[in-house]
């Protein structure tokens, strides 16, 4: 299989009430090889095929096609979440066929928990386990919250939907020591806090984000059971001063990153850069100054400079660099320009120097933090 193309996953966020608030379980991912490794994450996992199979009570297959805005197979999300939740953090979201909660001490629950290694390995069954035992999984537990798509270029692509759900009444998690290596229940606040310095991969930190909004399990669920529409998350990765970086649909270079790198290999910059050429296209160049704005370069065979930012000679050495042909003309708006300009006149042999009213040139920086 390529893995490339986006696997379907599902994650559960599993809440409790704590002393202080609202908690959440986080395990420690094992070391894997991939940039999943050692990060501390909500139990989840691949979707397989023969979660389609497992018996579910509480939510019909149309129902969860609706939620999850999928034309079939949306309870296969529903069954993977609850199944890597015992896999890995030893939790059960089950009943029994009185209808009623599973304990982990009964007779199904102490089987199950015995069956965690060989479900993992594939040497058992989930939909059998659960027809031996006369149980159904407790897909209604689950309240669908996220979806996230892993950014074009990774290794390995996810497209993975996202649950919260209280845990169960009684139940102790345990984390597997093989696929998960440690757990903690944390308040969201607190794990997004600067001292904590566990490893969180981007998609777990904005639902933390979201678990901040609310006090208790009670009001969180209240939310999360309401209507409403989930929207599909984008990353695309980029490069930034402190390294490789994902950029989120809200950022503001996330159009320009994606037009810059299609396929997804990190090279786009989600910061300025001072004195550094960016090629948009062909025929348009940007190159940003000290002060945070924005000088183009338009043009092939024949160049327009538009708005020079600054007379910084570092900053014009930039901006003729990135000519790519002859300069016929410098447009430019005030006084900080129309030296700017004189001195890229002189520099360069342009033939004239267009002013026009201040104000004309005066737009939005593709970056935060840039002046208008």
Known sequence: MDKTTPRHAATVAVIRDGAAGLETLLLQRAERGDHNSGAWVFPGGLVDGADADVPVAGLTQEQANATLAVDQGGLAFYVAAIRECLEEAGLLFATDRAGQPVALESAAGTRLLALRPALQSGDASMAQACRELELHLAANQLFYVAHWL???GRAKRFDTRFFVAVVPPGQQSAHDRQETLDHIWIRPSAALAPENTRRLMTPTRAVLELLTRFADTTALTEWARSPREVVRVLPRLATGAAG??????QDAAW???GLLDPEGRGTAWCEPRVDVAVRLSPTLCRVTAASGENTYVVGAEECVVVGPASADPAHLDAVIAALAGRLTAVVCDGDEQIA??????LRTGAEFVVAPRRGFLRRPSPFPGNKP
């Not at 490789?244 to 649909?249: K, N, Q, S």
């Not at 700017?340 to 006149?345: E, F, S, Y």
């Open 244 to 249: 490789p970086r994902p950029v989120l649909p």
């Open 340 to 345: 700017a300009a004189g001195q890229l006149q």
């Open 150 to 152: 892993t950014p074009v």
């Open 255 to 257: 159009e320009e990153v």
